[in-house]
């Protein structure tokens, strides 16, 4: 079946520092791609998400590209801030209606 | 902006017993979804829900688990008899209009709940 592998974390960086977190993925065909941010306390929010290949997927200063060659859907940041500390998700969406999601990062960014 | 909220934020429960994790969707939402996440793994889809009766489900949601929507408003999940690997951090989560053909569309997450089986 469908499945998303994404960097173990925790990943800990100081503010301005650059930003990756790494993301492949395994389907039939060329499923969408997201990425999901969970702040303390609060639930999944979508961050970006790009629905095929070549599509590039930007907010809040955050980037991904989907990469049909190496299946890939890394998300990057130039500079991050204290705020961006949260747990990134990487998912696709399988036809039928459902996001199959990988196990999540933890970045945590330092003053 | 519009929100999904889950009650409780973390329930804890006795081995055998039933609970019920409670999810208010946003109001024009007319799909609904459980996951969830065991302590460090991924998180899982469950079930969906649409016009009433279940679309889909994992081979997780076995007799154990049903949902309903019995007011209209609340989605519920209930757990007949609660296991200690039932233990995980479950989410709602609501999208307004179908994923097929044109799709994906968002879908709008709960905080989620900490059901923790003793």
């Known amino acids: 079946g469908n499945s998303v592998t994404q960097m173990e974390g925790p990943v800990t960086l100081s503010e301005e520092a650059f930003l990756t977190i790494n993301c492949t993925y395994t389907?039939?065909?060329?499923?969408?791609l997201f990425w999901y941010v969970q702040y303390p306390g609060e639930g999944l929010q979508l961050l970006l998400k790009?629905?095929?290949?070549?599509d590039k997927g930007s907010n809040k200063g955050f980037e991904a590209t989907y990469r049909k060659e190496t299946t890939s859907f890394h998300l990057e940041k130039g500079s991050v801030q204290v705020s961006d500390s949260a747990v990134y998700f990487c998912?696709?969406?399988?036809?039928?209606?459902?996001?199959?999601f990988g196990a999540g990062t933890i970045l945590r960014v330092k003053s | 902006e519009p929100e999904v909220t889950q009650t409780p934020s973390h329930q804890v429960t006795q081995m055998g017993q039933e609970v019920i994790l409670r999810c208010v969707p946003i109001?024009?939402?007319?799909?609904f979804y459980w996951y969830r996440q065991i302590l460090g793994q991924k998180v899982e889809f469950l079930v969906s829900?649409?016009?009433?009766?279940?679309?889909?489900k994992s081979e997780i949601f076995d007799d154990q688990f049903s949902v309903e929507r019995p007011d209209g408003s609340n989605f519920t999940l209930k757990i007949r008899s609660t296991k200690l690997e039932d233990s995980a951090m479950y989410f709602c989560?609501?999208?307004?209009?179908?994923?097929?053909?044109?799709?994906?569309?968002?879908?709008?997450f709960g905080p989620g709940t900490r059901l923790t089986v003793t």
């Open positions: 998912a696709l969406w399988e036809y039928g209606n459902k996001l199959v």
């Open positions: 389907a039939t065909g060329y499923p969408s």
């Open positions: 790009a629905t095929k290949a070549d």
């Open positions: 109001s024009n939402h007319l799909y």
């Open positions: 829900f649409y016009n009433n009766e279940i679309s889909e």
């Open positions: 989560a609501t999208q307004s209009t179908s994923g097929r053909g044109m799709g994906p569309y968002e879908q709008y």
